[in-house]
């Protein structure tokens, strides 16, 4: 990946190929679904923090959970489950090994350009929701709203989002394509189901370093 000889033109070709099937192609679908399941835990989470007395923290509260936490984790499961699906069928198509290690490098970069864009997209739409819901149930207007959350906003914050962003997008990329790389011709033909234990298990353990590094900070 980091060799200047493998960014060739046919590489980016499929590097901008790749980005599209994976994000351009299904943004309505992920607005859609950000919009709705978004709304929904944002404005629990804030339903709650009012019962708790939580004001003062709100917005520490709400640039914690949206940006660090849910948004890389429904955005890489969203990818993930349609890309192990077009991983699966692309793979089956190719029986060429040869051919197939010439996509990894533009599937690698794809998925974490496309992880970090569409986590930022479900951040921004997670902020808007949260903004609806304490205008609604707090009376809070907008200059507050801004100003509880650019206040919490933190230099670690945004790196450990980008952090995360990137290496979910990694890894979710990597295991289907080192399952299906290592597999023989059957078991490239199976279905898929037996790649989301290890991406579970990855996910869990990213996100069980990234409350360490948050509970140091």
């Known amino acids: 990946m980091l060799r200047p000889h493998n960014y060739t033109p046919s590489m980016l070709r ?17 607005v859609f679904l950000a919009s709705i399941f978004g709304s929904l835990i944002i404005g629990f989470v804030i339903v709650m923090a009012t019962q708790l007395n939580m004001q003062v923290e709100l917005g520490s509260l709400i640039v914690t959970f949206v940006v660090t936490a849910f948004s890389p984790f429904f955005t890489i499961v969203f990818i993930y489950i349609r890309y192990i699906t077009f991983i699966n069928k692309k793979i089956t198509q190719s029986t060429n090994e040869i051919i197939i290690q010439k996509f990894l490098l533009a599937y690698l970069l794809g998925g974490i350009f496309s992880s970090i864009a569409l986590a930022s997209i479900f951040s921004v739409i997670m902020l808007v929701s949260a903004y609806l819901f304490t205008f609604f149930f ?9 100003f509880i959350i650019f206040d ?8 450990l989002f980008l952090s995360k962003a990137s290496l979910f997008g990694f890894i979710a990329m990597s295991i289907p394509l080192y399952i299906k790389l290592e597999s023989n011709e059957t078991a490239r033909k199976s279905a898929p189901i037996h790649m989301i234990i290890p991406f579970l298990l990855a996910l869990f353990f990213i996100e069980m370093v990234s409350f360490t590094f948050q509970s140091l900070f």
Do not use: C, N
């Open 138 to 146: 707090m009376g809070m207007d907008i200059h507050s709203y801004k």
């Open 14 to 30: 499929r590097l901008i190929k790749h980005i599209y099937h994976t994000s351009l192609t299904v943004l309505p679908l992920f």
């Open 152 to 159: 919490a906003i933190k230099i670690q914050t945004l790196l």
